[in-house]
């Protein structure tokens, strides 16, 4: 039974920054793409950021570009979601996912529960 597991998601300052982490368990990590998404209140759940198995390519929603970075270590079993320059429209519940590298939610079989982020302005 695949698990995923985010962590660090709270409350911050518009400007501000934020670490996610998603720990994967049930099946070998790094065989498997890693993605991030994200869903507002009232909003579809929208695409963050993609990784490929091996970390060599990665892939950014044009709202994030610049300002979020996504990472993994396969050692670890865990992806990472670095958010820099926070703002009040990165607000949301920010879901990890596994399965294929793209940006596409049907492309990912496994979802965490979801974390949330909120950013103050």
């Known amino acids: 039974q695949v698990q995923l597991v985010e962590s660090g998601g709270g409350l911050v300052q518009a400007g501000g920054s934020l670490r996610l982490s998603c720990e994967s368990s049930g099946r070998t990590f790094s065989n498997y793409a890693m993605g991030w998404f994200r869903q507002a209140p009232g909003k579809e759940r929208d695409f963050v950021a993609g990784?490929?198995?091996?970390?060599?390519?990665?892939v950014y929603a044009d709202s994030v570009k610049g300002r979020f970075t996504i990472s993994r270590d396969n050692a670890e079993n865990t992806v990472y979601l670095q958010m820099n320059s926070l703002k009040s429209e990165d607000t949301a519940v920010y879901y990890c996912?596994?399965?294929?590298?793209?940006?596409?939610?049907?492309?990912?079989?496994?979802w965490g529960q979801g974390t949330q982020v909120t950013v103050s302005s």
């Open positions: 990784i490929s198995r091996s970390g060599g390519a990665t």
């Open positions: 996912a596994q399965g294929s590298y793209g940006s596409r939610p049907i492309q990912y079989e496994f």
